[in-house]
């Protein structure tokens, strides 16, 4: 199953209180699930975006797709990490099936080991391996 995601606007936050209403039924559906540990709500971290964004882990859509389909919930791909905070979740979703590494950061990591090669750079090397580049 993939991830999902609700997107709510200022007026579903504000007048509606539509964000404290899937935190409270997916906090319930959670629970009486058993809180699985790879099962989280997410939202998105960014403040300069009117609204929100839910994200539901593939195992929370799997639990909770009444919930989804009452609030428009649609399939996504896995949002980066650092980019949501955890809602609901255990361990602040230490479990969660994240892609290990996205491909923004692999390709900063990239372009840092190849500026640090050029310069010939002791610590280029030492990143490279980390990386598991040549």
Not at 5 to 30: A, M, Q, Y
Not at 56 to 75: D, K, N, T, W
Not at 96 to 123: C, D, G, M
Request: overall charge negative; aromatic content about 8%; charged content about 20%.
């Amino acid at each position: 199953m993939p991830w999902y995601k609700v997107v709510l606007t200022e007026d579903d936050i504000v007048s509606t209180d539509k964000l404290n209403s899937i935190i409270l039924e997916f906090t319930n559906i959670w629970t009486a699930s058993g809180a699985p540990p790879e099962a989280a709500l997410f939202d998105l971290n960014d403040f300069s975006v009117p609204g929100d964004i839910c994200y539901f882990s593939p195992e929370a859509a799997r639990i909770a797709m009444p919930l989804l389909q009452r609030y428009g919930g649609v399939p996504c791909g896995s949002p980066d990490r650092y980019e949501v905070g955890a809602l609901v979740a255990a361990a602040n979703g230490a479990s969660v099936p994240f892609h290990a590494l996205t491909s923004r950061i692999w390709l900063a990591i990239a372009e840092a080991v190849e500026a640090l090669q050029r310069r010939k750079a002791p610590a280029g090397d030492r990143i490279g391996k980390l990386a598991g580049l040549p």
